[in-house]
C-alpha cells in the first residue's frame, strides 16, 4: 500500500508521517506540499533526522500514479478543490479538514463562513467517527475525519444520548484544549510567553465545531437542543479534555453508567472506561490513539458529568485517520496505533 | 500597626509576608511557626534573600504583647483551637483557612469530615468577601477570608444572583486552578511529572468550596438550590478561572450585562469587567489582586458564560487578606495592593 | 517628573510603564507608538485594564513638551536615528535597544550586521551598568541601558575580574533565558508548541552580546581573551541564569569568594550573594530588579562556577532603565523598584 | 523470552514496561514490586489501562522460573544485595541503578557515601554504554546500564577523545535535565510550584555521575583531567542536554568534526550528527532512544562546543536498558525501539 500526504508542514500532517511510515502495510509513504516542494522534510522537522525525505510537488496525476490511498491535512477551502479530482481518479481520500464534515451547506457557511463544498461531495463523504461509523467506513472512498472536540465530546456523549437518558437541552460542554491544536503557524495566540502560566478561554458559543457535535446528536436523538460549548486554551502542548453536564431525565434508570458506557464501546479497542471515582487526565492518553472516559452522578442535582480526554493529535487528528485508513482498507484496526500512551 | 502572621511556611503565609513588610501602615510584620521557630525565614523561601526575619515561636501571651492584627494561614482544625484565645485577647484576627466560613456546624461536619467551630466563634466570624461584606468588614474583630474558589465563583454570580435573573437550579460552574492552591506540602499530587503537560480533573461534585459558595448564594437568593461543580487542575502555578454556566429565566430583561455588573462593582477598585466579546485569561491578573470578569449571552440557548479569574494567592487568599485588614483598619483599601498585574 | 515611553507594544515598554506608572516621583508617563497611535493601551495588554492610557504618535516636538526623560524600547536601528534629536532638545534619554552600548563602530558593525551610530552620539553615551559605573550614570544625559546577558554575566564576573584572579583566557559563559528576551514578536522561534518541554541551544558565539561583555571585562581587564558563550532556550517566560566557569591563577589567594563579592557589592541594595553551597534559581527574583549571585570553587579542577539569576525583563531591561533613571536624576535607587520577587 | 522488572513504581520501570510489553520477542512481561505486590498495575500507572497486569512480590526462586532476563530499577543499594543471587542462578540482569557502574570501590564510597558491591560483582559488570561497548555486551550476564548524564555526555565526547584530540584538563560540562531524572517520589524539589517557570542549578562540581563520566574518558585517554561538571534542572519532564566545552589541542588538524562523528557512529542506529550550524533541541529526541549531536568550533577560542541530547527516560535509562537487551539477546538492535520521536 502506498499513500500521500498533503499538507504535512503542519502538526497533523507530520503525525501522519510518523504513524505511517513505521506502518507494517504502507510500502512508501509519500508527502507532498505547495510550498516547499523539494524540500527535506527534517530541515522543517529536525526529530526525523535520517527519515531522508523530501517533499514532492503536488501534481495531481502523479499523485494518482504514486499512492492509493491520499490524506489530506490542509487548511480550510483545500480539501473542496482538491479532493473531487481524487475521487474521480480511484484514489481513496481521508481529509482532516473541517470542509466535508457537516451535511448541510447552509449550516456550514453560518459557522465557517466561507462557500460549502458542492451537495454530492458532501454526500460522498462518510464521517470518520470510528467507533460508532465502523460500518460506512469499510466502505467508504473519502472520509471526513472528525474534529478534535467532536471526537472526545462525541465519544463521552454517544451512550447516554442514543438511550435518550437525558434532558435535551441540557447539554453543556466545556472543553479545554493544548495549544498545537492551534497548528504550527505563528501568531499572538500560540507565542510561549501570552501561553504559558496562562489560562484563555475563546470562542464562547462560537466554535465551528459546535454544529459537528450538533449533527450527530441531533442524528442520534433528534429532540437535542442546541448545545452551550465553550473552548479553553491549556498551557501544554497536546491533549483535550471535554467536561460534560447533562441533567437525566427523571425517568431515566440508569444502575451503572460505567457498565452502560463499557458495553457500548466493548469491541471499541481505543475507549477506556474508568472505574467510578476515578477521572482521565490528559497525559494519560499522551501520545496515543487512547480516548478515555470518566463518569459522575451527582444525585443532588441528578447532573451527570462526563469527562472524556484524548490526545488532540492523535485520536483527534492523525491517530484516527490512520485508524480509518485501517478500517477502510480491512486491516486490524489497532494496527501501527498499538502502543501505550508515554508517561511521564 | 504591627501585624503577625502564624503559618508562614506556605504559599499562602509567604505572600502575607511579601505584602505587609512592603505595607505603608505596618511597622513590623512578624511570623510565627510552630515547626521552625529560630530559623531564618529566607533559608525557606531564598527570594527573601536580604530580609534578615527569624520565625518566632507561637506564645499566645507573646503574641497579644507583639501585634495588632494577627494573621492565621494554617492547616485545617488549627484555627479553630487558636482564635478564640486571640479574640478573648483583643487581638483582631483574619483567618485564612476553612475553619470559619460555614455558619452551619453540620454542614461543616458534612464537607470537611471534622468537627466545627463552636457555634459563639462561628457566629463572631465575618464571612470576609470585600466587595460585597465592605459594611460588615469594617467593625470586624474576626474575618474568616473567603476561599479561592468561592472568590472567583461568588464575585462572578453576585450581581445576577441579587437580581434573581437565572433560573435557581441550573448553576454549573466548571473551575479551573493552578497548582499552588495545593500548598507547598510534597506529594505526587503536585509532583512536576505528573502535572506538567497535563489536565487533570478532580473532587467533582465534592469539593469542600461547594457549600461555602452555597452559602453565599441562598443568602442572596433562598430559593438557589444545589450547584454542579468539578474542578480542575491546570499545568501552571497561580490563577483561577470559574467557568459559570446559568440559565436565564424566560422574564430576565437584561439589556445590558456589562452594564449591569459595572454598576454592580462600580465602586470596587478591584473588580474590572471586562467588554462584551471580551473575556480574561488568568496571567492578565498575575500577581495582582483583581478579579477580572467576561460575560456572554447565547440566545441559542437561553444561557450565559461567566468567567471570573483571580490571582488564587493573592485575591484568592493573600490579598484578600490585606485588602480585608486595610477595611478593618480604616486604610484606602487598595494599600498596598497598588500594582499592576505582572505580565507577560 | 513626566516621562516617556517609546516602543510600548513590546514586553520591555509594557514593563517599564507598570513599573513608573506606579513611581512616586513620576507625575505622567506617556506612551508613544508609530504603529498603533490612538489605540487604548489595554486594547493590547488586558492586564492594564482601567489604565485609561491611549497611545500617542511620535512627534518630537510634542515628546519634547511632553516629558523630561524618555525610554527608548524600540527595535535595532531607531535609537540610532531618534535619539540624537533628543539630545539636542535636553530631553533625557534612556535607551533599552542595542545601538548604542558599543564603543566601537567596528565591532557593532562586526556583530549587529548594520551600520554603527555616529561616533559622537556612542561617546556621549553612558553604558548603565548601575552597580559598577553609578558615578558616570549620575551625570549622564544619554544612558545605554545594558543587555540581559550582560547584565546577569557582568555582574557575576566584575569583583574576580577587577582582582584579575582567573586566567584570562579561561571564561567559558553557558547562558539560559526565558522565551520573553525574544520579544513579543510572533515567530516559529516563540510558538508554545516548539519551546514547551523543550530546551534549545541557540546562537554559539555568535550571540551579539558577546562584545558587549568583552567591552566591559577589557575595560576591567585589558588582558581578558575572548569569551566561550552560549545561550539556552528555557520553557519559561522570564529569567535568566548565566553560568559561569573561569580557571583561578596559580597565586591567586582568595580566602573567601562570598566575603570578596559582599565586599565589592556592599553599596548594591539589588545585588545579593548566596551563602556558600548555596546557588540562586531564577525564580528567587522573579518580578524584582535583584540580581542574586552564587558561588563555587573546585579544587579538583582549580575553577569557580558563578551562577547569576535576574529577571531579564527587570534587571535585565526594565528595572534597570528604572533604576538608571533613579540615578539620573537624584532619587532614591530602589524608588519604584522596592518589592520582593513573586513567589511561588 | 520472558521478562521481569523489579522496581516498577518508578518511572524508569514504567517505561520498560511500556516499551518489553510490545517488543515482539518478548513473551511475556513480569512485574515484581516489594512494596505493592497484589495490586494492579493500571492504578498507579492509569495510562495502562487495560494491560490488567498485576504486581507480583519479590521471591528470588520464583522469579529464576519466571524470567530469562530480569531488569532493576531499584533505588541505590538494592541491586547490590539482589543481582548476586540471579547471577548464580543464571537469570541475566541488566540493572539501572549506579550500584555497579564503578569499577572502583573507593571511588564508589567517595561519590555515593554507602559502601560499594563485592569487587567480583563488578568485576562481572559491563558497562552497557551500547555505541562504544557493543561487543562485550554481546556476551554479558551482567549488564551496569549508563546513567542519564554520563550517556548523553559520553556520546557527546567519544569521538573526540578517543582522538585525544583536545587539552586534557579542559573539559566542561553544563548539563540540563528534565524533573523525571529525579524519579517519581514526591519532595520539595519536585514539586510544580517550585519548579515551573523556574531555572535550578544543583549539585554543582558534587554528582555522582562525575566519576562514571570520568571512568570511562580515562578508559579512553588516560591523560584526563577531572572535570568541571553541573547540573540544572529545567522546567519540563523529560530530556537531557550536555553542553560540553573542550580545547583543541594546537597541533590538532580536524577538518571536519561532523565527518569524524559520522565516521565514529556510521553503525550506530540511534546517534545522529547534525549539520554544522544546527543544534539539536531535547524534544527532537523526545519519547525516542535518539542521542542526537551537534558541533561547533570557535577560532576566537580554539574551543569546541559539544550538544548532545537525549531522552533521559529512554536512551538515558529504560530505552538504552533495551537496546543493551537486544544487543545481549542477539536481536536487531532497533527491536521495539524503531519510532521516532514524538513531536510536538
Request: charged share 20%; hydrophobic share 35%.
Amino acid at each position: 500500500m502506498r499513500v500521500g500526504i498533503v499538507g504535512s508542514t503542519g502538526y497533523g500532517g507530520v503525525e501522519i508521517y510518523r504513524l505511517l511510515s513505521k506502518h507494517k502495510y504502507v510500502e512508501e509513504c509519500i508527502i507532498y506540499s505547495s510550498s516547499e516542494s523539494g524540500k527535506l522534510y527534517e530541515e522543517s522537522y529536525p526529530h526525523l533526522t535520517g527519515s531522508h525525505t523530501h517533499l514532492k510537488s503536488i501534481d495531481v496525476d502523479q499523485i494518482e500514479n504514486d499512492v492509493d490511498v491520499l490524506f489530506l491535512a490542509t487548511p480550510p477551502g483545500v480539501s473542496t478543490k482538491l479532493s473531487p479530482q481524487f475521487i474521480e481518479r480511484s484514489v481513496k481520500v481521508i481529509d482532516l479538514s473541517g470542509d466535508l464534515r457537516l451535511k448541510s451547506s447552509h449550516t456550514y457557511k453560518n459557522w465557517y463562513k466561507r462557500e460549502a463544498a458542492p451537495a454530492d461531495l458532501l454526500n460522498e463523504a462518510v464521517y470518520g467517527l470510528c467507533e460508532v461509523n465502523h460500518d460506512q467506513i469499510q466502505s467508504a472512498k473519502f472520509i471526513a475525519n472528525p474534529g478534535c472536540f467532536p471526537t472526545a465530546t462525541l465519544l463521552g456523549l454517544a451512550p447516554l444520548t442514543k438511550a435518550k437518558a437525558y434532558k435535551e437541552d441540557s447539554i453543556i460542554v466545556d472543553a479545554k484544549t493544548g495549544v498545537s491544536g492551534a497548528g504550527r503557524k505563528a501568531s499572538l495566540a500560540t507565542h510561549f510567553g501570552e501561553i504559558n502560566e496562562n489560562l484563555k478561554i475563546y470562542k464562547v458559543n462560537e466554535h465551528q465545531h459546535i454544529p459537528e457535535i450538533e449533527q450527530s446528536l441531533t442524528e442520534w436523538n433528534q429532540d437535542v437542543a442546541p448545545i452551550t460549548f465553550s473552548t479553553h486554551l491549556i498551557p501544554m502542548t497536546r491533549g483535550i479534555m471535554s467536561t460534560i453536564y447533562v441533567t437525566l431525565k427523571k425517568e431515566s434508570q440508569i444502575n451503572s453508567l460505567k457498565e452502560m458506557y463499557e458495553a457500548y464501546y466493548e469491541k471499541s479497542p481505543f475507549v477506556r472506561i474508568r472505574p467510578i471515582g476515578s477521572y482521565p487526565a490528559t497525559k494519560e492518553v499522551f501520545g496515543s490513539n487512547y480516548c478515555d472516559i470518566g463518569l459522575a452522578y451527582d444525585d443532588r442535582t441528578g447532573r451527570v458529568t462526563i469527562v472524556s480526554v484524548i490526545d488532540n493529535l492523535l485520536k483527534g487528528a492523525a491517530g484516527q485517520a490512520v485508524q480509518n485508513f485501517n478500517i477502510q482498507n480491512g486491516y486490524e484496526e489497532i494496527t501501527g496505533l498499538d502502543s501505550y500512551p508515554v508517561y511521564p
